[in-house]
């Protein structure tokens, strides 16, 4: 036994040194790793993860809001490696393969109304790209050549390639990039929580055709939103609101894009966040969850309308890549399906979202607590410094709060979600869909004092 624990710690410590010297990691301060420990995640078993030290933890994040059907599906391996021993790869660009085929058709009786032309991807800032360049090329070939604007909203994430960074509305992620591709524009979102000075929750649908009209109606090629906006912490729209904006898009003639690379899959209870709110975009975006993230894999699912055009003579989408549709992704990505319907995943989120709520909303006794916010298995608690005035943190506050002691204790007690200042401070939380009241109760078990615990440090810091 204890030459068995003395090679794991030697395994670990030798993946802790090479990780330092060769990985680099995404989004990540490299530098805070220098005299500590990386988290190295080596396993992982239904709504939980392992690390090297052998420490379990809850995945409240879902790793990054995709691993929907939670870890260890042998199933979904299964179904890779099956593929994988019939055809290995072969392209789209200019030929099929029968999983391909399969799954398109799959995701086109899932999507809302007249989606039915599904062009792959492998990832989500690939599915934007896709989108953002489809809606140029559409405009063009029926004649608006001038449309090339795209409309986003404020600290909204919509992917790191440039065209895709273009429509983020997070100055952090755009300023070391800049300049960036032109015809990025941007409109308030919808956090409630905090409106803009003078505006209600029903004007804001309208800032859409303001801002369309401001940049001249000839010129606006799309409007791309989410059915809930995650960066910032997880905005719900107002009612009517998608109602509201797709009228815009029909009478300025303008694509509608919904960004579902998180929201799609169950993540709010429905297939598509767009079935939620009761809206028909002309394009959805989608990657994460596709899969359960047992393979890197997105699409763009595309109205028959929009698509239309591509379909006769000469005419194509001059656009695509490599691994887009790949057979063995595909396959995982219909055995993913397959298993959410035959397990009943989207019921577990309908029967149990109320219960993660009520559970979010019981934490409001924390002083530190001003708004919870949310839909489905996707929610955040904002932070405030002054519950009874909701007054927010400086810059400074914010980074003692999130990355000198939330991000490390949370983690520490055994539960990963994501504390995150992109606009103010929250902490993110968006578990397997195969969750319940039992992961509920393990959250709270570490959030209470955890949050409590922060309002009396940055208090005591500040007396």
């Excluded at 029926?142 to 986003?152: M, V, Y």
Aim: net charge negative.
């Amino acid at each position: 036994m204890a030459s068995t624990e003395e090679a794991q710690r030697t395994e670990a410590s030798t993946l802790q040194e090479l990780g330092r010297r060769h990985l680099w990691m995404h989004f990540t301060r490299m530098g805070a790793y220098a005299d500590q420990d990386m988290p190295i995640i080596t396993r992982g078993e239904g709504c939980y993860v392992y690390d090297d030290k052998g420490n379990r933890y809850l995945d409240g994040l879902s790793a990054l809001f995709c691993v929907n059907i939670g870890h260890g599906r042998a199933d979904l391996v299964q179904a890779g490696a099956d593929q994988a021993k019939e055809l290995g790869f072969y392209t789209n660009w200019s030929y099929a393969h029968p999983r391909a085929i399969e799954l398109s058709a799959r995701i086109a009786g899932l999507a809302p109304g007249d989606l039915n032309r599904v062009f792959f991807t492998s990832g989500g800032s690939e599915a934007v790209e896709s989108a953002l360049k489809l809606s140029r090329q559409y405009h063009k070939v029926t004649g608006n050549p001038l449309k090339t604007k795209h409309i986003a909203r404020d600290i909204a994430y919509h992917g790191t390639s440039m065209g895709a960074l273009s429509a983020t509305g997070i100055t952090s992620l755009r300023q070391p990039f800049e300049p960036l591709m032109p015809g990025g524009c941007h409109v308030p979102n919808t956090n409630t929580f905090r409106l803009p000075h003078g505006m209600s929750a029903s004007d804001l649908a309208d800032t859409v055709a303001t801002r369309i009209e401001f940049e001249g109606p000839d010129t606006v090629a799309a409007v791309i939103m989410e059915p809930v906006q995650n960066a910032g912490g997880c905005y719900t729209p107002p009612e009517g609101y998608f109602q509201r904006v797709r009228e815009i898009c029909d009478y300025y003639n303008v694509l509608m894009i919904s960004d579902e690379v998180i929201c799609a899959w169950g993540r709010l209870g429905e297939w598509f966040g767009a079935q939620r709110y009761d809206y028909q975009p002309d394009i959805i975006t989608t990657a994460k969850a596709l899969t359960s993230a047992y393979a890197p894999m997105g699409a763009m699912i595309v109205s028959d309308r929009v698509a239309e055009p591509f379909m006769h003579g000469a005419e194509s989408f001059t656009h695509g890549f490599t691994f887009a549709g790949h057979p063995v992704c595909a396959a995982i990505a219909l055995a993913n399906l397959d298993a959410m319907e035959r397990e009943g995943i989207l019921e577990n989120v309908r029967n149990h979202e109320d219960d993660f709520e009520t559970m979010l909303e019981s934490l409001r006794d924390i002083p530190i607590v001003g708004d919870v916010r949310g839909a489905g298995y996707f929610r955040a608690i904002e932070l405030v410094k002054d519950q009874d005035t909701d007054e927010q943190w400086s810059d400074e506050e914010s980074e003692t709060l999130l990355r000198g002691f939330l991000s490390g204790e949370l983690y520490r007690r055994g539960l990963i979600c994501r504390a995150d200042d992109r606009g103010d401070p929250v902490i993110q939380l968006s578990p397997p869909l195969i969750a319940g009241p039992k992961q509920f109760e393990e959250i709270e078990a570490i959030l209470r004092p955890v949050l409590t615990e922060a309002h009396g440090r940055m208090h005591a810091h500040h007396a």
